[in-house]
């Protein structure tokens, strides 16, 4: 995915209220922007860091700038979670995730289960449907390991128990994270920060609901789909 228009550096000064951020742009003009990320964002907020913004000119806008990339611990960090749908779509095409390529046909936003919508649905007539849950990743406390969740979700957990109804109705259920950082290869459930999603990835992998990982390649000018990770459960206990 390449951005339309070139990146804007800042420095962060503070991300506050979950959708708001101070920053100064290079010029040293001092700007709020809107934040695309109502998670923690664990470990990507520290003051003085560098970002990268998106301009957008749109009148009906209250806010000009948005909050797209930060360094952190000398790596690019998507933090957009507004992407990763769209990165997940071409790391399939792309045959970055088991056989999902070769499915026929691919949705987005479907509903199913339990008032939910599913982010990608494939269908084939020969391999029947596979609903696809994205997650977007962006915590790394260990070098080259990325973990999932930074913080409780009990929506997360949710989705891997609706995953589950869909494997036991016959159908094929994939978890998909998608990791918006340079520096990983591998990608652990981080049970000590969610013990409850950690209990749901277990049971839904025990029924059949199939993991997998995609690490991007992160710049100014793109965050686009770069290689297949490992999902270790061996290292569910680390730390």
């Not at 409780?152 to 094929?172: F, I």
Request: glycine content about 6%; proline content about 5%.
């Amino acid at each position: 995915m390449y951005f339309s228009r070139p990146l804007v550096p800042a420095t962060l000064l503070q991300r506050y209220k979950r959708f708001l951020f101070d920053a100064v742009l290079s010029d040293g003009t001092a700007i709020t922007g809107s934040c695309p990320n109502t998670g923690s964002m664990r470990g990507l907020t520290a003051p003085g860091s560098a970002i990268w913004l998106s301009e957008h000119d749109t009148p009906t806008r209250k806010y000009r700038h948005m909050l797209e990339i930060v360094e952190a611990n000398g790596t690019l960090v998507g933090i957009n979670t507004g992407l990763p749908n769209r990165i997940a779509e071409e790391a399939i095409a792309l045959g970055m995730v088991s056989d999902l390529h070769t499915y026929e046909t691919l949705h987005r936003e479907q509903r199913y289960g339990r008032n939910s919508r599913i982010d990608i649905l494939l269908s084939d007539p020969a391999k029947g449907l596979a609903y696809v849950e994205v997650k977007n990743v962006h915590f790394s406390r260990i070098d080259g390991l990325a973990e999932f969740p930074d913080s409780p979700t009990a929506r997360g957990a949710k989705h891997l128990d609706e995953l589950t109804d869909m494997v036991e109705a016959g159908h094929r259920a994939i978890m998909l994270y998608l990791v918006q950082r340079n520096d990983c290869d591998a990608l652990r459930i981080c049970r000590e920060l969610d013990p409850v999603y950690a209990r749901a990835f277990e049971r839904a992998a025990a029924r059949g609901v199939e993991a997998y990982a995609v690490r991007c390649a992160i710049s100014p000018s793109e965050i686009v789909p770069a290689a297949a990770m490992t999902v270790d459960e061996a290292v569910l206990a680390v730390l």
